[in-house]
C-alpha cells in the first residue's frame, strides 16, 4: 500500500513558477504509474498529468501542456510537478495519484495523497 504526500505548494504572482513533489511511503513505487489532479471549491477533480512507471511515457492535460512537466525519481519514491507560467486559473488543491493504470480518470488510480494548495495571483 502506497501513502503519499504532497508537498511543494504556496502563494505565487501569475507567470510564475513552482515544483510539487509527491513522496511515497511504500516500496513498491516502480510499480505504479502516478497522476496529478487538482481540485477547486464546487468542481470536480480534473486531470492535470501522468507518468508511466519507468517514467518514459508521459500525459498531459491541454491546459498544463507547455507549461507543466511531470517527473519521477523512483531512487527517491518521488513524482514531481514543475509548473511554469502559472495563470490564476491555476489555482486549486492540487492531488498525485498512484496507479497500476496510467489515465486521466480517477478510476484509473489506487491511492491519493492529501493535496497541496497552490494560489496563484493576478
Known amino acids: 500500500q502506497e501513502q503519499l504526500v504532497e508537498s511543494g505548494g504556496g502563494l505565487v504572482q501569475a507567470g510564475g513558477s513552482l515544483r510539487l513533489s509527491c513522496a511515497a511511503s511504500?516500496?513498491?513505487?516502480?510499480?505504479?504509474?502516478m497522476g496529478w489532479f487538482r481540485q477547486t471549491p464546487g468542481k470536480e477533480r480534473e486531470f492535470v498529468a501522468a507518468i508511466s512507471r519507468s517514467g518514459t511515457n508521459t500525459y498531459y492535460a491541454d491546459s498544463a501542456k507547455g507549461r507543466f512537466t511531470i517527473s519521477r525519481d523512483n531512487a527517491k519514491s518521488t513524482v514531481y510537478l514543475q509548473m511554469n507560467s502559472l495563470k490564476p486559473e491555476d489555482t486549486a488543491v492540487y492531488y498525485c495519484a498512484a496507479g497500476r493504470l496510467v489515465g486521466p480518470t480517477m478510476p484509473d488510480y489506487d491511492y491519493w495523497g492529501q493535496g497541496t494548495q497552490v494560489t496563484v495571483s493576478s
Open positions: 511504500g516500496r513498491t513505487f516502480s510499480y505504479y504509474g
